[in-house]
């Protein structure tokens, strides 16, 4: 080492006892030399500028992790350190070898246990190793699958163990997830490090993921060429949502929720667009004991009622098959050299963590008396919140744990504490040694197991912290398998992937997705308008403070009712409330109100986190620019409601920046997304809600008639939140009047804001949807928005301007049309949703059970 | 004795369900000293689908969906049984099964033979039976003392939930656990069963869940009720080196050939009659009526 990277180790001391870089007599091991070469080379300012490049692309590309109970934990920023995790091709060779053992063990494990069962009738493993965990899930029992490998996919935490050699410290079989992340950090630091990452010969990772996918699509039951392939997740606040999006945009999949799929005649169907469309194989994320609430848990909402049944008529394939979280079993570890030996006849190639299983007398005393110093886990819950840590706990804590496993002891497994090894991290500008965990990849190929050159590594979030999580706020690290050799590069994706929902377009749409675009159609044009309107009410109020006048406060009164109406925010400025107190006595209050109260029905807030949520949870069909401009949407919005002392022009600066990036947005989606993969029902939504606030806002402004200035001032404020000032004097070049505002704002046929042609595009719109082509009869919606369109057509500007007489202040002839055109508006969207979005039959329960398995 | 038994389940919705999900134990199980001469199941509207599999204990599982919209589901089952449990009955009293003590039974549980690996299962905790306090353990060891016979510390414990539990429809559900139940001290016999389960299990000993129905003789010189029999719930305890041995706590007696089995498990859970999931936004009425009628 020399003398320039030396200092950057001076807080680099360990007491532990195994470092990956260092050797005891702290010189640096193999290929970390070539890597500190390379930083050397880069320089510790080099190093600081790649971690925010680093940082800035996972920001960019809203890589997240939701963490659970945390109001502020919901996409939580990734965390990725610039220095890999480095491993010799020849080590690896030997861990390859023991995963891909194991991966076979458990999978004979998984056959044997729903089948014949020999292990327990053998007396190999103790039955209630089996029997008593709760995966094990009996509705599994001797099904029959047409795969020669049962367990598809297996992930296994390694840990360096104090031998120096990896152990296998967990075994994650029924939806093990990471492999996504792996893919993200892997193309992260394959932008970022790429000089480090070509110089090293670092194994690619490209193979792997196409053999991935030749296993989904070698799983289907019915060999097709285009099987059709789903991605079933719990939804968006699942914690680790961003992969399954991310899996599901890089392999081409729909990704779907439990909503999505049905169940008839055997079979397991998609509701799309068009109707229902045979699934073959579910790349599932959702835990065993939720995928189908009619045999297994019956409160769940996350599965398909019904869907184990398909899979008994080999139907669907899924990977991993129900039932597999039994091999999630610690309970098994101490049994594993005998499960190797009875299966294969050879020892373990990996070692295990040292464990003792409870449900034995000689094991159960020495974990009784050894308590203090040991692990403890039930052997059917392996999360975090379920493991005991003996020298942690008080004494009290101790005995009642002592009770617990007396009480049922064959449920508790002891493991050794077992210290990990520790690999250098990158922070603040020096290196700091981390204990870290490497989560490995394995999967069924037609030639055996493959395992993914790699995988994903976790560190602790300090120095001190021994456990590594990343719901603990942990860091990860790119795992870099070094080959000695310049291997031959591999052209990478370039596998021929003919996703067949793509070749059949908007037909195929699943209609959850659908109806995600719809809303976020529907609550983007809400935002807008409503910002707009509410800039415009806020500039009117400055304007008029000083200057108290009679006319004033009339306008402002109109101007402020027609907030709540279009806001829906009632009572609001329409009455009073119910205590009493009137909204008017305070308009700021109330508007600030509508604008920050995240909490109200219709407020701006409101509208901006529904906005969030349908676009989040769309967020497969984002382009990384989007989520740029859709993450400044949320820090503009963030920092508003940290404003302590917050003003009415400091309100309008942030609605300008809010209105200028939701512009920016729009623009986006539109060339981001294609008009088959749903941008149509974008539109749809868009094209509603703009078309429907519209009305709101004629009929707010325009439906009484108001005297001489206050007229004139009221159009002018309509005409300015509409951003259509300009153009009515570019248009008419004239005084203000509700005429030419009426023609305008409604009649125009060719100016993009009017209503007349909103609904114009509209009519082409809903024309290209699935049920509209199928016959030349018009279906509901269509009828609607024709009448809507054909109604405005026949009005005149002229009459719809005319009070009755001239004592009348009502407009009548234009309320009543405006009244009429909200309601076939109102009927479009609840027919469009009934045609395409209905999967929203409430589902219940039979005879009502709420109780876990 | 050769009975007839007519079961019918119906669901009245007050909104219509679009669709449906059902699984349905009720198709009578093979049973010592029980044979099933013939079974038909009715379902209206007509099932789309209907497919039939036997389960992990040996039980008839029938799972049918329908798929056209409606507001009344009914479910009837007609069975046609035989059966004579009058010789099971008395080789509960020999001295094979009697002179079996609480040590010898749980010696005789370590072993590997088939059966014993089998019932042992039965000793874990279950779905509905699990975090048994030591209330339960307190009152099962009132009977299971050392060196008695487990029969007769099983009819003891049988007859004690008799007498110390009242029978009171409605106050438990499917779900109350069972140390509430144990505390209340009232339910009905599917509560009755589980608590004695529960009790047998804490000691170490395996136990399942027995469903079925028992006939009930209507008062002398009255005719019989259509629908005033019922579908009934008991227990079994495997007594290591004899077997399985039935009890009905609910009328403190070991049942005979009054008591025709439908399943069993290891509670409730494993064996309800019906259940499903159902697509619509109503709710629901639930009407049962049971008719046994003996045929000779």
């Not at chain 1, 001190?464 to 860091?475: D, E, F, H, I, Y």
């Not at chain 1, 009415?648 to 200028?660: G, R, W």
């Not at chain 2, 025709?260 to 498990?265: A, D, I, M």
């Amino acid at each position: 080492m020399t003398v320039a990277t030396n200092t950057w180790f001076t807080r680099y001391f360990t007491d532990n006892t195994y470092d990956e870089m260092f050797s005891p007599d702290l010189s640096v091991k193999g290929n970390w030399k070539e890597l500190l070469e390379n930083f050397k080379r880069i320089g510790i300012d080099g190093l600081n500028q790649r971690q925010n490049d680093i940082d800035w692309l996972l920001e960019e590309n809203g890589v997240t992790y939701n963490v659970y109970n945390d109001p502020n934990g919901l996409n939580r920023p990734w965390n990725l350190n610039v220095i890999p995790f480095l491993l010799h091709a020849d080590e690896w060779q030997q861990i390859e070898k023991g995963l891909k053992q194991r991966a076979e063990l458990l999978n004979l494990v998984l056959k044997d246990i729903y089948g014949e069962r020999r292990l327990i009738k053998e007396g190999v493993v103790p039955h209630e190793v089996i029997y008593g965990h709760r995966g094990f899930l009996r509705q599994c029992d001797k099904i029959h699958y047409k795969l020669d490998k049962h367990l598809l996919l297996y992930a296994a935490d390694l840990a360096r163990g104090s031998d120096g050699r990896m152990w296998v410290v967990n075994d994650r079989s029924q939806a093990p997830s990471g492999m996504g992340y792996a893919l993200e950090n892997r193309s992260t630091t394959n932008r970022v490090l790429s000089d480090v990452f070509v110089d090293m010969n670092v194994r690619r990772l490209s193979e792997f993921f196409k053999e991935f996918n030749d296993l989904l699509v070698e799983a289907s039951p019915e060999k097709i060429e285009n099987p059709n392939i789903v991605i079933l997740t719990p939804g968006s606040h699942n914690e680790t949502y961003f992969e399954h999006a991310y899996l599901a945009s890089f392999l081409g999949y729909p990704l779907v929720q439990g909503n999505d799929l049905v169940v008839r005649e055997g079979n397991l169907y998609m509701k799309s667009l068009k109707g229902l469309k045979r699934v073959h194989v579910v790349l599932r994320r959702v835990d065993d004991i939720f995928t189908d609430p009619l045999e297994l848990r019956e409160d769940s909402h996350l599965g398909v009622a019904g869907l184990l049944d398909v899979v008994r008529r080999n139907n669907v394939a899924i990977v991993n098959p129900i039932g597999s979280g039994v091999l999630e079993n610690p309970g098994l570890i101490p049994f594993m050299p005998a499960i190797c030996r009875f299966f294969l006849n050879e020892p373990l190639v990996l070692p295990q963590i040292a464990s003792w299983w409870c449900g034995q007398e000689k094991e159960k005393s020495y974990v009784l008396e050894n308590l203090h110093n040991l692990v403890i886990k039930p052997i059917d819950r392996t999360n975090r919140e379920h493991i005991h840590f003996g020298s942690l706990m008080s004494k009290a804590e101790l005995e009642k744990l002592k009770n617990e496993i007396q009480r049922k002891p064959y449920h508790f497994v002891a493991q050794e504490r077992i210290s990990f090894s520790t690999a250098p991290n990158f922070t603040k500008g020096s290196f700091e040694p981390r204990n870290m965990v490497a989560r490995t990849f394995t999967i069924a190929g037609k030639k055996g197991y493959n395992v993914m050159p790699g995988g994903l590594v976790r560190v602790a979030p300090d120095r001190n912290t021994l456990r590594v999580s990343n719901q603990r706020g942990g860091t990860s690290k790119d795992f870099w398998i070094i080959d000695p050799d310049r291997t031959e590069e591999t052209p990478s994706f370039n596998w021929n992937r003919r996703s067949a929902i793509a070749v059949n377009g908007l037909a195929d749409l699943p209609s959850l997705t659908a109806e995600n675009l719809y809303w976020a159609g529907r609550y983007v044009g809400r935002t807008l308008v409503n910002a707009r309107f509410l800039r415009m009410v806020l500039k009117q109020t400055n304007a008029t403070e000083s200057v108290p006048q009679e006319d004033c406060s009339v306008k402002l009164n109109i101007l402020y009712k027609a907030v709540t109406q279009m806001t829906g925010t009632y009572p609001g400025f329409m009455e009073k409330r119910e205590d009493g107190t009137y909204a008017m006595s305070n308009p700021l209050e109330e508007i600030f109100d509508v604008i920050l109260n995240r909490e109200r029905l219709g407020s701006l807030a409101h509208t901006m986190r529904m906005f969030s949520s349908s676009y989040y949870s769309i967020r497969n069909l984002w382009s990384s620019d989007m989520w740029r401009v859709f993450e400044t949407i949320q820090k503009i919005w963030r920092n508003l409601e940290n404003e302590k002392d917050l003003t009415v022009t400091k309100l309008i600066k942030a609605l300008n920046q809010l209105i200028t990036r939701l512009i920016a947005f729009m623009g986006l989606i539109e060339e981001s997304i294609m008009v088959e993969q749903g941008l149509l029902l974008y539109f749809i939504g868009l094209q509603l809600e703009h078309s429907s606030l519209t009305i709101t806002k004629c009929r707010a402004l325009l439906v009484n008639k108001q005297a001489g200035q206050t007229e004139y001032e009221i159009l002018e404020a309509l005409l300015s939140s509409h951003e259509s000032l300009n153009i009515y004097r570019y248009s008419y070049r004239s005084f203000i009047r509700v005429e030419p505002v009426i023609n305008l704002m409604l009649m125009d046929l060719k100016y993009p804001r009017s209503l007349t042609f909103l609904l114009g595009r509209l009519q082409k719109d809903i024309a290209r949807l699935p049920h509209s082509q199928r016959s030349d009869t018009l279906t509901q919606y269509e009828k609607n928005v024709f009448e809507a369109f054909s109604k405005l057509r026949l009005a005149s500007s002229e009459s719809l301007a005319m009070t009755k007489n001239s004592e009348s202040y009502l407009r009548e002839e234009l309320d009543d049309l405006l009244e009429e055109l909200s309601e076939l508006l109102f009927q479009t969207s609840q027919s469009i949703t009934n045609t395409y979005f209905n999967h929203t039959y409430k589902q219940s329960q039979l005879v009502d059970q709420n109780f876990s398995i | 004795m050769l009975y007839t038994v007519s079961h019918t389940t119906t669901y009245n919705y007050d909104a219509p369900v679009s669709y449906c999900h059902n699984i349905a134990v009720l198709k009578p199980r093979k049973s010592p000293g029980q044979e099933l001469l013939q079974y038909k199941m009715q379902i209206s509207p007509e099932a789309d689908e209907i497919s039939e599999r036997v389960d992990f204990f040996g039980n008839y599982i029938t799972r049918f969906s329908i798929q056209k919209e409606h507001k009344e589901l009914k479910v009837t089952t007609v069975s046609k049984l035989e059966r004579d449990y009058d010789s099971q009955r008395e080789s509960f009293r020999s001295e094979a099964c009697t002179a079996i003590t609480l040590e010898q039974a749980r010696k005789t549980l370590q072993k590997t033979e088939a059966d014993i690996l089998e019932a042992k299962q039965f000793v874990l905790e279950s779905i509905f039976i699990r975090h048994w306090g030591e209330n339960i353990r307190e009152y099962a060891k009132k009977s299971f003392t050392p060196g008695r016979s487990v029969f007769e510390a099983a009819e003891e414990l049988m007859q004690r939930i008799y007498v110390d539990f009242d029978f009171v429809s409605g106050f438990t559900s499917v779900s109350t656990p069972i140390n509430e139940v144990m505390q209340e001290r009232k339910g009905v016999c599917q509560d009755f069963a589980q608590i004695a389960i529960a009790c047998i299990r804490s000691i170490g000993l395996p136990a399942r869940y027995i469903s079925g129905y028992i006939e009930t003789l209507p008062p002398p010189g009255r005719e019989k009720l259509v629908g005033a029999d019922a579908s009934h719930a008991w227990f079994s305890i495997f007594i290591p080196g004899f077997g399985w041995v039935d009890f009905d706590p609910t009328n403190n007696q070991i049942p005979g050939n009054q008591h025709l089995v439908t399943g069993w498990g290891r509670d409730y859970y494993d064996v309800p009659p019906l259940k499903g999931v159902v697509y619509g936004s109503g709710r629901s009425k639930l009407n049962v009526e049971v008719d046994i009628a003996r045929i000779s």
